[in-house]
């Protein structure tokens, strides 16, 4: 049944629906609010000084999990791994807060009509309702009246979208410029002073190495990790139920003071052991799961943790060590300590150099603008010169990097003039304009409708993502 998500350009058609953000969602199965016990009620976080329930919050996990089944159908299980969904859902219930706070609601009728609208709870262009039970039953594994709260907070997050950003425009001038800046090629000659040069002839002494360490001991602390016991147990599809009730008597003996080796051995599995590893960082034999990471780091060693549910498998997790936050000895790591500070060095040696030479430059084209000579002031400097382009402001410039501050900085130069030192990942640089490509106008009054189009959605969803990020900075998650 995934599979329906994606047959026929569906998930095109639900995202160009929803594309007014991320995407989040009663019918005739029944309306009715959802009642919470209070007693004894644990708390998620804060939004807006209000406790939010742990409850409340697994609620809105549930929500973007079936978002993210719409959006990737029978492609969800190979995903799930790299998706926060943890975040998503806490992101989701900042924004039903502030859609709340502004009164923004949603009526049955399009509650109704909206879930109506889903093509793949459609046969023959119709909505059918046996196809809408088997499809919440067996892929979404959610209620109806569940599912039917999503669609309605969904909608209530898309009018406060459209709220918000109903007022934002994109002139003609500010299409023009920015199509010009996607489109228009530049091509300029540089000098570039690279770290890397320079260290092959920095050798710091030792007692400059244990300095340095211990002023910048920071750098080499050692984060939160882990390490673990664990069984897979590989289930046959996404729907495999043996598999899953297995892993869950299989806990059972677990919770029974057994041993994992011993129910390994009885089950003809194989207990394996992932070795210290960080708590951002993907656990060795599984791979990246927010799930079971949010489990490790809230456990006990010694605890054994619930069956977890990882793309194609079940796993029984021992929390076997943890180690808290560190920092070496100097002896462990002086290795490490001294490639740090040959690099920072050689940055520093690459800087001066480079200053050194547009100092010069500047001085050449104060006096005699036409004397001056890239390569050869390269060389005089012990640097090296060569030429980029044409390239785009979105493009990428082999042996450099992202082409975006080499285009902004040559966008502005004009006849001999060079740019200030500009500082990339792989060094520093000084550029010069060796030639521009300007745009199609023509082309362009063929395409500005459209393009206005796309520059007005992304100044909207930018926007958009700046007001989420502000509520979400006001907001606490536990």
């Not at 547009?358 to 010169?385: I, R, Y």
Request: aromatic share 10%; proline share 4%; hydrophobic share 35%.
């Amino acid at each position: 049944m995934l599979k329906q998500l994606r047959h026929k350009k569906t998930a095109r058609k639900i995202w160009i629906t929803l594309a007014v953000l991320v995407l989040p969602a009663f019918l005739f199965w029944g309306f009715g609010s959802m009642v919470r016990n209070n007693d004894g009620e644990k708390f998620a976080g804060k939004i807006n000084n209000r406790s939010i329930p742990e409850e409340e919050f697994d609620e809105s996990l549930s929500a973007v999990r079936n978002q993210a089944i719409i959006q990737f159908g029978d492609k969800f299980s190979e995903v799930q791994n790299i998706l926060n969904l943890k975040q998503e859902a806490w992101d989701r219930l900042v924004l039903l807060k502030e859609a709340e706070r502004r009164g923004i609601s949603v009526s049955d009728k399009e509650v109704i009509d909206f879930v109506q609208s889903y093509p793949f709870f459609q046969d023959k262009g119709a909505f059918n309702n046996r196809i809408y039970g088997q499809m919440l039953q067996f892929v979404f594994h959610t209620q109806a009246r569940v599912f039917e709260e999503q669609v309605r907070q969904n909608l209530k997050i898309a009018k406060l979208f459209r709220q918000f950003t109903e007022k934002i425009t994109a002139s003609d001038e500010e299409t023009k410029e920015e199509y010009r800046r996607q489109n228009e090629t530049l091509s300029v000659d540089y000098i570039a002073s690279l770290p890397s040069d320079f260290s092959k002839e920095i050798t710091p002494l030792p007692e400059d190495v244990k300095k340095y360490f211990e002023k910048n001991s920071f750098q080499f602390k050692v984060p939160l990790t882990f390490n673990i016991s664990y069984i897979e147990l590989i289930a046959k599809d996404a729907d495999d139920t043996a598999t899953k009730d297995k892993a869950r008597s299989l806990f059972l003996r677990l919770t029974k003071k057994e041993t994992l080796d011993k129910v390994a051995k009885d089950n003809g599995l194989t207990v394996k052991e992932s070795g210290f590893f960080p708590e951002t960082g993907p656990i060795p034999g599984i791979g990246w799961s927010p799930q079971a990471l949010n489990l490790i780091i809230k456990a006990v060693p010694g605890q054994h943790l619930n069956p977890i549910h990882i793309d194609k498998s079940y796993y029984l997790i021992l929390l076997k060590e943890r180690k808290e936050p560190y920092v070496p000895d100097f002896d462990a790591i002086k290795d490490r300590v001294k490639e740090a500070l040959i690099k920072e060095r050689s940055l520093e040696a690459a800087k001066e150099k480079v200053e050194s030479c547009f100092k010069a430059l500047k001085e050449m084209l104060a006096s005699n603008p036409k004397d001056v000579d890239f390569n050869k002031a390269a060389k005089t400097f012990g640097l090296k010169s060569s030429s980029a382009g044409p390239f785009k402001y979105s493009g990428y410039i082999e042996g450099v990097g992202a082409s975006d501050i080499f285009w902004d900085a040559a966008d502005n130069l004009k006849g001999q003039d060079i740019s200030p030192v500009l500082e990339m990942p792989s060094g520093y640089y000084i550029i010069k304009l060796k030639s521009r490509s300007k745009i199609d106008d023509k082309k362009f009054e063929q395409e500005k409708e459209e393009f206005k189009q796309k520059l007005l959605s992304q100044k909207k969803q930018e926007a958009f993502n700046k007001f989420s990020e502000e509520l979400k900075s006001k907001a606490v998650l536990k």
